[in-house]
């Protein structure tokens, strides 16, 4: 059993940066498929961003080129690190993991079923 606690939430201003944390316990997450997750209010939740244990990153359109997922398996520690937020990237941020093959592993980032473990979020504000 993985427990997920994310970290660094907080408000901005648009175009300021935020790093989410995700601390993993209970497993050691190098085999892990991990990714990031947002849900804004009255919307559905969104997958931002997955990382294999390769890793391979893939983002989604709305925070490619802004967003980078990375892990530090020394730490037991997903990142996201959030550049020139805008007021849409607003929502709450969850971690997820899932002991998944590459090709699920991407799929996820549309299936966030597939993975099994999942943090409590943390909430993002962005302000014009």
């Known amino acids: 059993q993985v427990q997920l606690v994310e970290s660094g939430g907080g408000s901005v201003q648009a175009g300021e940066s935020l790093r989410l944390s995700c601390a993993a316990s209970?497993?050691?997450?190098?085999?892990?498929?991990m990714g990031w997750f947002r849900q804004a209010p009255g919307k559905e939740r969104e997958g931002i961003a997955i990382?294999?244990?390769?890793?391979?990153?893939s983002y989604a359109d709305s925070v490619k080129g802004r967003f980078t997922i990375s892990r530090d398996n020394a730490k037991n520690t997903l990142y996201l690190q959030m550049n020139s937020l805008k007021p849409e990237d607003a929502g709450e941020y969850y971690c997820?993991?899932?002991?998944?093959?590459?090709?699920?592993?991407?799929?996820?980032?549309?299936?966030?079923?597939?993975?099994?473990?999942w943090g409590q979020g943390t909430q993002v504000t962005v302000s014009s």
């Open positions: 990382i294999d244990s390769d890793p391979i990153t």
């Open positions: 209970g497993d050691t997450i190098s085999g892990y498929c």
């Open positions: 997820a993991a899932g002991l998944l093959t590459s090709r699920a592993c991407t799929l996820s980032m549309t299936f966030g079923g597939y993975l099994r473990f």
